[in-house]
């Protein structure tokens, strides 16, 4: 198997970190989260709801080796990702642009063109292309996949970290309007994270992102804010602009697609990596079958656990809601994690 990525290894990308049940459970199930927790992870023994000046605050139970959930930094995920995959056999090639495809005389996608920091571009054959490429995945446009489910709600959020804060476990922050949050991760850092609708972010972030991102908290979150100002800050503000959620077709003849790539929701419900984690796993037992069936039960199978999850976060995502209606959405929310969570407990071990 070979990868290719245009990043180099261990390279940071616009995202907070927080991982869910599911996530956690495959990371341990893969022999990785060890290495998680040797990069020095935190764990994250509980999460609080904050609705106005009401907190639900939720306990994480442990279970069996698994004590909590994890935020690792994506420079610690990743790279934990791609030295198990090389373990495995995978080879990985960094600063690689993947470029084109390469297609049969029949049409099916047969391999790839690659391309090196030096414009150097040569060809790859392959039985099955993963586009794994995110949001605005080339492998997609590439094979023409089509969008059958959209959202219609986007959120714009910036982040950044703080040190010094004594906060334990996931903090999520709503009032009208916005919404915020505060996330354990390596080195001793706290993320802080600041979120409006769409709209609203251009005008928030027009006189820079500091000031934007104390708005939101101060109006959001003023313990939050009190706490931030206190502490110190340690890395530049990021922020993302936002994107509407959407389902691509992600099996064809000789390519397929996971993660962002495939399927995409509104960051605000924190699920998009548990998501890429359960897609490749998922994914990884169509190949190891495969049959037209598998390849076309990899989808179904993803959707099945996806849909809902989609459309309760494009509801939060809109912002059009009081705060019972939020608690009421995070409850569904909650329904959906643990039917998630059971069934990616029963994954089978691909052959
Ligand atoms: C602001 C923000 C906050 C978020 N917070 C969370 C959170 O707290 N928890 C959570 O679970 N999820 C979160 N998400 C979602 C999460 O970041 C994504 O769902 C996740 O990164 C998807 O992983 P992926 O591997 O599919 O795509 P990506 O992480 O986007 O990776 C795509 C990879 O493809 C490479 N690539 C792209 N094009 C090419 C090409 N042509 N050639 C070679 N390589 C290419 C890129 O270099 C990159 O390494 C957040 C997202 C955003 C934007």
Redesign the pocket.
């Known amino acids: 198997m070979l990868t ?4 180099h290894y261990g ?1 940071d ?8 049940r599911a ?1 956690v459970v495959q990371l341990s199930r893969w022999g990785i989260l060890d290495a998680i927790k040797a990069a020095g992870t935190p764990v994250v023994r509980s999460t609080s709801f904050h609705y106005g000046d009401e907190v639900v605050a939720v306990q994480i139970k442990p279970q069996a080796d698994i004590e909590g959930l994890y ?1 690792p930094r ?1 420079t610690v995920i ?1 790279r934990v990702l791609v030295d198990a995959a090389q373990a495995a056999g995978a080879t990985m090639m960094f600063e ?4 084109d495809l390469v297609r049969g005389d029949n049409g099916r996608v047969a391999g790839v063109r ?1 391309k090196d920091g030096r414009d150097r571009e040569w060809q790859v054959a392959a039985d099955l292309v993963i586009g ?8 997609a446009r590439l094979v023409g996949s089509e969008c059958y489910r959209t959202g219609r709600h986007a959120t714009g ?1 910036v ?1 950044s970290y703080w040190t010094g804060l004594e906060l334990d476990g996931y903090h999520w922050y709503y009032n009208p309007g916005v919404s915020a ?1 505060a ?1 354990p991760t390596n080195d001793g850092q706290t ?1 802080i ?1 600041a979120s409006v609708p769409q709209h609203r972010f251009q005008e928030t972030m027009r006189q820079g992102a500091e000031t934007g991102h104390r708005r939101v908290l101060a109006e959001c979150a003023p313990d939050l804010a009190a706490v931030a100002d206190e502490s110190t800050r340690v890395e530049k503000y ?3 602009s936002g ?1 509407v959620g959407f389902f691509r077709q992600s099996v064809g003849p000789g390519w397929a697609l ?5 399927y ?2 509104d ?1 605000l419900t ?7 984690l359960i ?1 490749a796993e998922l994914l990884a037992h169509a190949v190891a079958a495969d049959t037209e069936a598998a390849f076309a039960g990899y989808q179904s199978a993803r959707d099945r656990l996806a849909v809902g999850h989609f459309e309760v976060t494009d509801a939060v995502a809109s912002f059009e809601w009081d705060l019972p209606t939020v608690q009421q959405l995070h409850r569904a929310l909650s329904d959906e994690m643990k039917k998630e969570s059971i069934e990616v407990k029963n994954f089978a071990t691909p052959a």
């Open positions: 290719v990525d245009r990043g390279s990308t616009v995202s907070t970190h927080a991982l869910m996530g935020a994506r990743d690689t642009q993947f470029v690659l794994a490429d995110g949001v605005h995945s080339t492998v959020v982040f949050g996330i993320c994270f990021r922020g993302f994107e996971v993660g962002d790539a495939g995409f929701k960051p924190a699920h998009g990596i548990t998501d890429a897609d």
